[in-house]
């Protein structure tokens, strides 16, 4: 397998841990396995006469007994396989999980981009991109090397000045719109016919500290209304944000997190990965900033897109000792079992040139992901030895390249893109 031939070559700490190496392979198997099981499935699925119910594969069926008796034939052959939720937590999970996958599946819509774009000031965006794309290039130049971010990267990093700056505001309490004195919570409110036409269905109440009236603050999920209202908080910002990063032409992912936080990937073609960006925070590319900058603990943050759905916790916690919250909300099986349905489900019509595709991205990624872990593992036993260059609060900003760069980063102790950070590094973590 080329999994092998892809891991660094470079010195290694001697007691480098092995269950790393173990997990690695369990991961191998069980992403191999679910590749032929579904192909399988498609494959069954496809034939004309339909296979007997006891035969079945295919994973959606909604009868559990076709399913128990694939799960158990498939459990057999593997260490961790996709499991079907059965008690009534996991079912709950499982459909939160498909309740918020449907949220990007809202930006693939020509009327809503088109009407994004004429809010966007895109000759100004286009022509800041340009310029500082031409400078990274020519720095880079300079250095012999070949320029980190693409041309699309600075489109985006634009936009994300544009928004925080110029577009869209912060609402804590919002003011009295009769007197314009602050406001105290004052509960939810039932949401009026027009709110919930609008698409609100949570309305919270303000009373006004002056003349006493009622403000109500509707939490719009639609991006249509956010386009208007271009006010929020977390939710609002991240959901209308990753829409106009798709009007912009980019590949955009809107990332769920269990404590109540919601950010954007969008996919660098420059460089090949998915990559982390804050709105509320103006942030590119520090999937640390939760853990190692606000000190949280996370358990769950799942991507979703248009394609689907990917477990991304590991690239937001780097070491699950420190930063990881206890993932108690369902077992990971069954939390597999809903991203690979969430997959099946965004992709079952596509071609299968675009499903081979996107599951080598898959593998691509899991691949990232896992070298994240193995890495924080490795520069957290590095400082316990004596004498190391560094702690192993990873000073690495960034996520690396490839797993090459990224194991001889983390093995020499320097990050390689040390001088390369995003547009607002150096701001302060602790405003939250
Ligand atoms: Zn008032």
Same mark, same amino acid.
């Given at each position: 397998m080329?999994?092998?031939?892809?891991?660094?070559?470079?010195?290694?700490p001697?007691?480098?841990?092995?269950t790393?190496?173990?997990?690695?392979?369990?991961?191998l +198997? $069980?992403?191999k396995? @679910?590749?032929?099981?579904?192909?399988?499935?498609?494959?069954?699925?496809?034939?004309?006469?339909?296979?007997?119910?006891? %035969?079945?594969?295919? =994973?959606?069926?909604?009868?559990s007994?076709? &399913?128990?008796?694939?799960?158990?034939?498939?459990?057999?052959?593997l260490?961790?396989?996709?499991?079907?939720?059965?008690?009534?937590?996991s079912?709950?999970?499982?459909?939160?999980?498909?309740?918020?996958?449907?949220?990007?599946?809202?930006?693939?819509?020509?009327? *809503?981009?088109?009407?994004?774009?004429?809010?966007?000031?895109?000759?100004? =965006?286009?022509?800041?991109?340009?310029?500082e794309?031409?400078i990274?290039?020519?720095?880079?130049?300079?250095?012999?090397?070949?320029?980190?971010?693409?041309?699309?990267?600075?489109?985006?990093r634009? =936009? *994300?000045?544009?928004?925080?700056?110029? @577009?869209?505001?912060?609402?804590?309490?919002?003011?009295?719109?009769?007197?314009l004195m602050?406001?105290? #919570?004052?509960?939810?409110?039932?949401p009026t016919?027009?709110?919930?036409?609008r698409?609100a269905?949570?309305?919270e109440?303000?009373?006004?500290?002056?003349?006493?009236?009622?403000?109500? @603050?509707?939490?719009?999920?639609?991006?249509?209304?956010?386009?208007? &209202?271009?006010?929020? /908080?977390?939710?609002?910002?991240?959901?209308?944000?990753?829409?106009?990063?798709r #009007? *912009?032409?980019?590949?955009v992912?809107?990332?769920?997190?269990?404590?109540?936080y919601?950010?954007?990937?969008?996919?660098?073609?420059? %460089? $090949?990965?998915?990559?982390?960006?804050?709105?509320?925070?103006g942030?590119?590319?520090q999937?640390?900033?939760?853990?190692?900058?606000?000190?949280?603990?996370l358990?769950?943050?799942?991507?979703f897109?248009?394609?689907g759905?990917?477990?991304?916790? $590991?690239?937001?916690?780097?070491s699950?000792?420190?930063?990881?919250?206890? /993932?108690?909300?369902?077992a990971?099986?069954v *939390?597999l079992?809903?991203?690979?349905e969430?997959?099946? +489900?965004?992709r079952?019509k596509?071609?299968? %040139?675009?499903?081979?595709?996107? /599951?080598?991205?898959?593998e $691509?990624?899991?691949r990232?992901?896992r +070298?994240?872990?193995?890495?924080?593992? #490795?520069?957290?036993?590095?400082?316990?030895f004596?004498?190391?260059r560094?702690?192993?609060?990873?000073?690495?900003?960034?996520?690396?390249?490839?797993?090459?760069e990224?194991?001889?980063?983390?093995?020499?102790?320097?990050?390689?893109?040390?001088s390369?950070?995003?547009?607002?590094?150096?701001?302060?973590?602790?405003?939250?």
């Open positions: 080329s999994h092998r031939s892809q891991r660094p070559t470079g010195s290694t001697a007691n480098f841990d092995a790393e190496l173990s997990k690695e392979f369990e991961n +198997m $069980r992403n396995r @679910f590749n032929d099981f579904q192909q399988q499935s498609s494959h069954s699925k496809s034939r004309t006469s339909s296979p007997a119910p006891s %035969q079945s594969t295919t =994973l959606s069926s909604d009868s007994q076709t &399913t128990t008796t694939t799960q158990s034939r498939i459990n057999r052959r260490p961790i396989m996709p499991r079907r939720p059965h008690d009534s937590a079912v709950k999970f499982c459909n939160l999980l498909h309740v918020l996958s449907v949220t990007p599946t809202k930006y693939e819509n020509p009327g *809503l981009l088109d009407e994004a774009l004429t809010v966007i000031p895109l000759d100004r =965006l286009y022509a800041e991109a340009d310029d794309h031409q990274h290039k020519a720095r880079y130049a300079s250095m012999g090397k070949k320029p980190q971010w693409g041309y699309q990267d600075f489109v985006i634009s =936009l *994300l000045k544009w928004f925080k700056k110029s @577009f869209f505001t912060w609402v804590n309490n919002p003011q009295c719109s009769r007197c602050p406001t105290i #919570a004052h509960g939810m409110v039932p016919p027009d709110e919930t036409a698409g269905t949570r309305v109440g303000y009373k006004c500290s002056g003349c006493g009236s009622l403000e109500r @603050f509707p939490r719009y999920s639609d991006v249509w209304q956010l386009l208007q &209202t271009r006010c929020g /908080r977390g939710g609002e910002w991240a959901n209308c944000f990753t829409m106009l990063c #009007a *912009l032409g980019s590949r992912r809107w990332v769920w997190n269990s404590e109540d919601v950010w954007t990937e969008v996919y660098s073609e420059h %460089q $090949r990965r998915w990559v982390h960006v804050d709105a509320c925070e942030v590119w590319d999937p640390r900033l939760y853990t190692e900058g606000w000190n949280r603990k358990a769950y943050c799942i991507a897109s248009i394609d759905a990917t477990d991304v916790t $590991r690239r937001y916690v780097r699950s000792s420190k930063y990881g919250a206890p /993932r108690t909300r369902v990971e099986d *939390l079992w809903a991203i690979y969430i997959r099946r +489900m965004r079952e596509l071609s299968e %040139q675009d499903r081979r595709r996107l /599951r080598k991205e898959d $691509r990624e899991e990232e992901l +070298m994240f872990t193995t890495s924080a593992l #490795a520069a957290e036993i590095t400082s316990l004596p004498g190391s560094r702690s192993a609060r990873g000073d690495e900003q960034k996520t690396p390249l490839t797993q090459d990224a194991a001889a980063q983390w093995i020499h102790g320097r990050p390689q893109n040390e390369e950070q995003g547009p607002d590094s150096q701001r302060d973590f602790d405003r939250r």
